[in-house]
């Protein structure tokens, strides 16, 4: 299991999903709703044949003259943490190395190299 944390001023939102991969595309459909951009320093675009532990991003948002981009939250994808978790993670890794690569929704945006202020 993998937890998608978006977090933000006003809340916290920590929600479990079966895989990284899962937890990104959760992360894509927040994005999209909300009209935000993902600015961060691990490629987005990209699904991970060997997922990192943990992966963090910047959430930005337009200022309202459209020009700026300014940090409204962020969101963390943590990997498991207990042996069991881990174990039945790197099984499943192992058993389907050959899976097709997931692509990014043409409308899902990010920002490389934003300065989020």
Do not use: W
């Not at 998608?4 to 999903?17: E, F, K």
Request: hydrophobic share 40%; net charge negative; proline share 6%.
């Amino acid at each position: 299991m993998y937890q998608l944390i978006i977090a933000n001023d006003a809340t916290t939102s920590t929600t479990d999903h079966d895989d990284f991969n899962h937890a990104r595309r959760a992360l894509i459909e927040h994005v999209v709703d909300a009209d935000l951009y993902v600015c961060g320093d691990q490629p987005f675009g990209e699904t991970a044949d060997r997922a990192p532990s943990t992966v963090e991003f910047d959430l930005l948002a337009l200022s309202p003259s459209g020009r700026q981009p300014h940090r409204v939250g962020t969101a963390t994808i943590a990997a498991p943490t207990t042996g069991a978790d881990v174990a039945h993670q790197d099984l499943a890794a192992e058993a389907a190395p050959h899976q097709s690569k997931a692509v990014v929704p043409q409308h899902a945006r990010t920002m490389s190299g934003a300065h989020a202020s």
